[in-house]
């Protein structure tokens, strides 16, 4: 018989777990830092336009005035994507989870990830060439039809470049992000829970009302927030599928303008003083982005004792 | 309020493998019928087959008859919702919905079957429920807290709690004490006595103290080896199952020399 005194450790081993927990200390602080210096940037960068009296802004009413149409035009792109993506996402995750048969379902979780594999320039090229143009019509009939309501109020666009083509467009590109997050989670769903809903009688859309989607509430919020981010910050595809403009309510006229694409469009010629008003837009992005995903924790947090996890 | 349970030459397959043959058994109502065997012999996936949840699993299917009093549960044109919502069952882990309070765990199958009632009525079904369950006492202070809180003996009274709310006609166990203490099984024990006055009960369990406590009649499946189907050896009364079974391989079981 050996015998191991207590106090003899593996040295080795002892060594890994070091090197190991620096490496994953030091992977930690590097995102915090790496987060702490764009803030830094953005914060330095954008405080001359701040502070810059209101006719040295371009719009010459100052920085506020020149931010919140913008601000408004990104939330309402972001807004009719999330509308349009979320139900859509959501369906088709069920789908391939509960309804479709095995072979279907992974063919067909393959090219919902695949759409995610697409440039965004490729959706803006699809969206300015090709939606907008077929698009129209039917944004001509909105406004003959439901044109009483501002956000449909005429004339439609004749090019179909609106911001609602906009949205359609991003609305696409955050349908494989919330898809793909959702099925993970509805997959996770405890067998338990789901036998437990269909031995009392419970319809198979039953068993996902009660089962499947309350344990997935959680997830589909922070499947609809990343969704969400990804919205708020797309650039380049709104860049070139809206026409922009001024704020107007009506969705489906020229005009608006995302804080993003307006930084995009505007960066290669700014000098001075412009820079310094695109960064500070830049700036208030990270700052909406920010306080969106705060807000979805607050939510998931909110039903923590609920969640199961217990 | 309870109905019996005629089984016909039923045979179990998951896909091409048969995996419980030539099952006929005659379950009375108002009685409590256990089910031991060895892990493995099918008697799991028989008592399955008695409220279809079976065809859960894919490839699962069945040949024979089941008479629910008489009705086919596999007669065409029967609906298994409909199967699930008249035999209803209590698994082996105790599975309340997380996100859903005591009460509303309670009237979960309530709502399912008949979508509109009155918060009288809800507050009257649940407070019975749980007394049937010998659970009221110690949770109708808490009945909005989630019920993923409880103790597992109280989830899994909890559970039962949400099974005979619906009021079936027959409750089915699979192993319903097999993670709990010895104190919380004694009181699941307790329960399946009250609760055969009421409804046909059919347990399946590892424990061959408790089907002799609990059971009024026994049923004994085993397996010939690996790849083979599950069949059901013997089926009396507890008593004479234990005392003086019919069978070797019964006698050998039940006295603990093999299994």
Same mark, same amino acid.
């Given at each position: 018989?050996?015998?191991?005194?207590?106090?003899?450790?593996?040295?080795?081993?002892?060594?890994?777990?070091?090197?190991?927990?620096?490496?994953?200390?030091?992977?930690?602080?590097?995102?915090?830092?790496?987060?702490?210096?764009?803030?830094?940037?953005?914060?330095?960068?954008?405080?001359?336009?701040?502070?810059?009296?209101?006719?040295?802004?371009?719009?010459?009413?100052?920085?506020?005035?020149?931010?919140?149409?913008?601000?408004?035009?990104?939330?309402?792109?972001?807004?009719?994507?999330?509308?349009?993506?979320?139900?859509?996402?959501?369906?088709?995750?069920?789908?391939?989870?509960?309804?479709?048969?095995?072979?279907?379902?992974?063919?067909?979780?393959?090219?919902?990830?695949?759409?995610?594999?697409?440039?965004?320039?490729?959706?803006?090229?699809?969206?300015?060439?090709?939606?907008?143009?077929?698009?129209?019509?039917?944004?001509?009939?909105?406004?003959?039809?439901?044109?009483?309501?501002?956000?449909?109020?005429?004339?439609?666009?004749?090019?179909?470049?609106?911001?609602?083509?906009?949205?359609?467009?991003?609305?696409?590109?955050?349908?494989?992000?919330?898809?793909?997050?959702?099925?993970?989670?509805?997959?996770?769903?405890p067998k338990l829970h789901e036998e437990a809903?269909l031995a009392?009688?419970?319809?198979?859309?039953?068993?996902?009302?009660?089962?499947?989607?309350?344990?997935?509430?959680?997830?589909?919020?922070?499947?609809?927030?990343?969704?969400?981010?990804?919205?708020?910050?797309?650039?380049?595809?709104?860049?070139?599928?809206?026409?922009?403009?001024?704020?107007?309510?009506?969705?489906?006229?020229?005009?608006?303008?995302?804080?993003?694409?307006?930084?995009?469009?505007?960066?290669?010629?700014?000098?001075?003083?412009?820079?310094?008003?695109?960064?500070?837009?830049?700036?208030?992005?990270?700052?909406?982005?920010?306080?969106?995903?705060?807000?979805?924790?607050?939510?998931?947090?909110?039903?923590?004792?609920?969640?199961?996890?217990? | 309020?309870?109905?019996?349970?005629? #089984? @016909?030459?039923? *045979?179990v397959?998951? =896909? /091409?493998?048969?995996a419980v $043959?030539?099952v006929?058994i005659?379950i009375?109502?108002?009685?409590v019928t256990a089910f031991i065997g060895p892990s493995g012999c099918g008697k799991s996936t028989f008592l399955r087959t008695l409220n279809?949840m079976h065809?859960v699993i894919?490839?699962a299917?069945?040949?024979?008859?089941?008479?629910?009093?008489?009705?086919?549960?596999?007669?065409?044109?029967?609906?298994?919702?409909?199967?699930?919502?008249?035999i209803g069952m209590v698994f082996q882990r105790p599975n309340p919905?997380?996100?859903?309070?005591?009460?509303?765990?309670?009237?979960?199958? #309530? @709502?399912?079957? *008949?979508?509109?009632? =009155? /918060?009288?009525?809800?507050? $009257?079904?649940?407070?019975?429920?749980?007394?049937?369950a010998?659970?009221?006492?110690?949770?109708?202070?808490?009945?909005?807290?989630?019920?993923?809180?409880?103790s597992g003996g109280q989830q899994q009274r909890l559970c039962i709690a949400r099974a005979i709310?619906?009021?079936?006609?027959v409750i089915l166990m699979d192993e319903p004490c097999s993670a709990l203490d010895p104190i919380s099984t004694l009181a699941i024990e307790d329960l399946i006595n009250?609760l055969k006055?009421?409804y046909t009960v059919v347990i399946v369990t590892h424990n061959m103290q408790q089907a002799a406590r609990v059971s009024d009649k026994t049923a004994f499946f085993n397996i010939?080896?690996?790849?083979?189907?599950g069949?059901l050896?013997?089926?009396?009364?507890t008593?004479?199952m234990?005392?003086?079974?019919?069978?070797?391989?019964?006698?050998?079981y039940v006295?603990g020399?093999?299994g």
């Open positions: 018989m050996t015998t191991t005194s207590l106090t003899t450790s593996r040295g080795a081993g002892r060594a890994g777990d070091k090197v190991f927990s620096a490496a994953t200390l030091a992977a930690g602080c590097l995102i915090l830092a790496v987060l702490f210096g764009v803030a830094i940037f953005l914060v330095i960068q954008a405080f001359p336009a701040l502070v810059a009296s209101p006719d040295k802004i371009q719009g010459g009413e100052g920085f506020f005035a020149y931010i919140w149409p913008i601000v408004i035009g990104t939330l309402i792109a972001a807004v009719i994507a999330l509308v349009i993506a979320t139900p859509v996402a959501i369906g088709v995750a069920l789908f391939i989870s509960h309804f479709a048969p095995r072979k279907l379902a992974s063919g067909l979780g393959y090219v919902i990830d695949l759409l995610a594999a697409i440039p965004s320039v490729v959706y803006g090229a699809w969206g300015a060439a090709f939606l907008a143009k077929e698009i129209s019509p039917a944004y001509n009939w909105l406004a003959n039809n439901l044109g009483w309501l501002p956000i449909f109020q005429g004339p439609a666009s004749a090019t179909g470049k609106t911001i609602l083509t906009a949205g359609i467009v991003l609305s696409v590109m955050v349908l494989p992000i919330i898809t793909s997050l959702s099925r993970e989670i509805f997959l996770q769903t809903a009392l009688g419970a319809t198979r859309w039953e068993m996902i009302r009660m089962a499947v989607l309350p344990f997935g509430r959680p997830g589909i919020i922070s499947a609809v927030m990343l969704g969400l981010g990804r919205a708020l910050g797309e650039t380049m595809a709104v860049a070139l599928v809206l026409s922009s403009g001024v704020l107007t309510a009506s969705l489906i006229q020229s005009g608006n303008q995302t804080i993003a694409a307006e930084i995009a469009l505007n960066f290669p010629e700014a000098s001075g003083l412009k820079v310094n008003t695109l960064i500070a837009a830049g700036l208030v992005l990270f700052v909406i982005t920010l306080g969106v995903n705060m807000i979805a924790r607050w939510i998931i947090s909110r039903h923590k004792e609920f969640s199961g996890a217990n | 309020m309870s109905k019996r349970i005629d #089984v @016909k030459d039923l *045979n397959y998951y =896909s /091409k493998f048969l $043959a030539d006929n005659n009375e109502a108002k009685s279809r065809e894919p490839g299917r069945v040949e024979g008859e089941v008479l629910l009093d008489g009705d086919n549960l596999y007669g065409p044109g029967v609906d298994p919702v409909t199967v699930r919502s008249q919905f997380p996100t859903m309070s005591i009460r509303d765990n309670v009237l979960a199958g #309530v @709502k399912l079957n *008949n979508q509109r009632i =009155s /918060k009288g009525e809800a507050d $009257a079904l649940v407070e019975r429920s749980l007394q049937g010998n659970l009221w006492n110690e949770v109708k202070d808490r009945l909005g807290k989630p019920g993923s809180g409880l709310a619906v009021e079936p006609q009250e006055d009421q010939a080896g690996t790849g083979k189907p069949r050896i013997e089926y009396g009364d008593h004479t234990f005392s003086n079974p019919t069978e070797k391989a019964t006698e050998d006295s020399r093999f």
